[in-house]
């Protein structure tokens, strides 16, 4: 035997395991079973930043007018610092209200004086924002690289954005981005239809556009043998918001802007990044309509197109009979077992994951431990909430 003391585990870093995303072909066919999402909660950002458990900042779609500049008020943008990280505190805080308000009852008759408030978390495998699902779901068909934290908490998996300092973006660049916010500001009302004044809809043009307040939908949904819940900004309601206990996601809609589409190059690119991002974006949601504002290269609005949001694929498919550039069965199937794997790749126990896809080159997943101790991002008064 030899005397040689026993080997001390490392105390770093463990070693790096990869998901391979091909070949592609192997997440193609039938797509996994899916559950449609349906709103648990919602919550809206006021114009400080300062979050409200209530749908105050609920916004409701009336047709802009053709012709308007999106480019006009382009100075006076009130912009949302980007450079702070938000982590997942609003969405859990969300969560922690949820989880400690008894249900409000959707009719005057019902008693509802015994009833507690409702558990979501324990049957839940993953939480994360909607634009984390989107990027983890277009991954086999995109070479935007991707970063991402990830802890796990009582058998859940959280998501979180691991954030890079923002990249500064050129004055045409802050053009187009502040293009897309005028467009939901000109295609929005504050109150029903019904409820506003004929000069406030003729008026959209002079408000002064911000980023800061938000409107936020809650889901819960599952892809393959994952249960997850999805926080994710929603730009309005086609008509209203249901409270008799329809589910308010099929109300939704998602507005977009684009650059008018005048070449077959132009509807390659379109249908090969933009719409592949548009189907992801509101199908992880339930949101059944993108409206797409269209725009001159002079950034007039020129003309407006609703597309369901479950006929992109096939409209992509139609387009291309000879092979589409993305596959939303496959992109569902590899999200499904990505969502698998990981549950095996980020054990139960204190810690942070980096979660990497590097966009170009290795085509995987990797994942490898960053933290030993604690529980990363989640705020204490989440980790307490769940601990007790
Ligand atoms: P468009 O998507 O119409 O260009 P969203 O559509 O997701 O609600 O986002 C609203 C607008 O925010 C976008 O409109 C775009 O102008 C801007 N935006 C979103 N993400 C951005 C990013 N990463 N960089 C710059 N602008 C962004
Ligand atoms: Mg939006
Ligand atoms: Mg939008």
Same mark, same amino acid.
């Given at each position: 035997?030899?005397?040689?003391?026993?080997?001390?585990?490392?105390?770093?870093?463990?070693?790096?395991?990869?998901?391979?995303?091909?070949?592609?072909?192997?997440?193609?066919?039938?797509?996994?079973?899916?559950?449609?999402?349906?709103?648990?909660?919602?919550?809206?950002?006021?114009?400080?930043?300062?979050?409200?458990?209530?749908?105050?900042?609920?916004?409701?779609?009336?047709?802009?007018?053709?012709?308007?500049?999106?480019?006009?008020?382009?100075?006076?943008?009130?912009?949302?610092?980007?450079?702070?990280?938000?982590?997942?505190?609003?969405?859990?805080?969300?969560?922690?209200?949820?989880?400690?308000?008894?249900?409000?009852?959707?009719?005057?008759?019902?008693?509802?004086?015994?009833? +507690?408030?409702?558990?979501?978390?324990?049957?839940?495998?993953?939480?994360?924002?909607?634009?984390?699902?989107?990027?983890?779901?277009?991954?086999?068909?995109?070479?935007?690289?991707?970063?991402?934290?990830?802890?796990?908490?009582?058998?859940?998996?959280?998501?979180?954005?691991?954030?890079?300092?923002?990249?500064?973006?050129?004055?045409?660049?802050?053009?187009?981005?502040?293009?897309?916010?005028?467009?939901?500001?000109?295609?929005?009302?504050?109150?029903?239809?019904? +409820?506003?004044?004929?000069?406030?809809?003729?008026?959209?043009?002079?408000?002064?556009?911000?980023?800061?307040?938000?409107?936020?939908?809650?889901?819960?949904?599952?892809?393959?043998?994952?249960?997850?819940?999805?926080?994710?900004?929603?730009?309005?309601?086609?008509?209203?918001?249901?409270?008799?206990?329809?589910?308010?996601?099929?109300?939704?809609?998602?507005?977009?802007?684009?650059?008018?589409?005048?070449?077959?190059?132009?509807?390659?690119?379109?249908?090969?990044?933009?719409?592949?991002?548009?189907?992801?974006?509101?199908?992880?949601?339930?949101?059944?309509?993108?409206?797409?504002?269209?725009?001159?290269?002079?950034?007039?609005?020129?003309?407006?197109?609703?597309?369901?949001?479950?006929?992109?694929?096939?409209?992509?498919?139609?387009?291309?009979?000879?092979?589409?550039?993305?596959?939303?069965?496959?992109?569902?199937?590899?999200?499904?077992?990505?969502?698998?794997?990981?549950?095996?790749?980020?054990?139960?126990?204190?810690?942070?994951?980096?979660?990497?896809?590097?966009?170009?080159?290795?085509?995987?997943?990797?994942?490898?431990?960053?933290?030993?101790?604690?529980?990363?991002?989640?705020? +204490?008064?989440?980790?307490?909430?769940?601990?007790?």
């Amino acid at each position: 035997m030899s005397s040689e003391p026993p080997m001390k585990r490392p105390r770093t870093i463990t070693s790096e395991l990869s998901f391979a995303l091909e070949p592609i072909a192997r997440w193609r066919g039938k797509p996994a079973p899916m559950r449609q999402p349906k709103e648990i909660a919602s919550f809206s950002y006021d114009d400080k930043r300062v979050q409200h458990h209530d749908d105050s900042g609920l916004k409701y779609y009336w047709p802009p007018a053709l012709g308007q500049h999106l480019g006009n008020g382009f100075k006076e943008l009130v912009k949302h610092d980007d450079s702070v990280d938000e982590h997942l505190d609003s969405l859990l805080a969300a969560l922690i209200h949820h989880e400690t308000t008894p249900p409000v009852p959707v009719s005057i008759e019902e008693d509802n004086t015994a009833a +507690e408030p409702p558990k979501v978390l324990p049957a839940i495998d993953f939480v994360t924002w909607r634009g984390m699902a989107t990027k983890l779901l277009c991954t086999p068909f995109s070479s935007d690289p991707w970063s991402m934290n990830a802890v796990r908490l009582n058998d859940t998996i959280y998501i979180e954005e691991h954030k890079q300092p923002p990249r500064p973006m050129d004055e045409r660049g802050e053009l187009f981005s502040y293009m897309g916010y005028k467009f939901e500001a000109l295609s929005t009302l504050r109150r029903p239809f019904g +409820e506003v004044e004929r000069k406030e809809i003729e008026e959209r043009d002079k408000e002064v556009v911000n980023n800061i307040e938000q409107y936020c939908s809650i889901v819960k949904t599952s892809i393959g043998g994952s249960r997850l819940v999805l926080g994710g900004e929603v730009d309005c309601v086609y008509d209203y918001k249901p409270e008799d206990g329809e589910n308010p996601s099929s109300h939704y809609c998602e507005l977009k802007t684009n650059k008018l589409i005048n070449t077959d190059r132009d509807r390659t690119s379109f249908e090969r990044y933009k719409l592949l991002k548009f189907w992801a974006q509101s199908f992880l949601l339930g949101v059944p309509k993108v409206i797409v504002g269209y725009r001159t290269n002079d950034g007039i609005l020129a003309h407006i197109e609703e597309l369901d949001t479950q006929k992109i694929p096939s409209m992509v498919k139609k387009n291309n009979p000879q092979g589409p550039p993305w596959d939303a069965s496959a992109a569902i199937n590899f999200m499904a077992g990505l969502l698998e794997w990981l549950k095996t790749a980020i054990p139960e126990g204190e810690g942070m994951w980096r979660m990497e896809y590097a966009g170009t080159g290795k085509r995987v997943v990797e994942v490898k431990r960053v933290e030993l101790g604690g529980y990363g991002f989640l705020t +204490e008064e989440f980790v307490e909430h769940v601990m007790t």
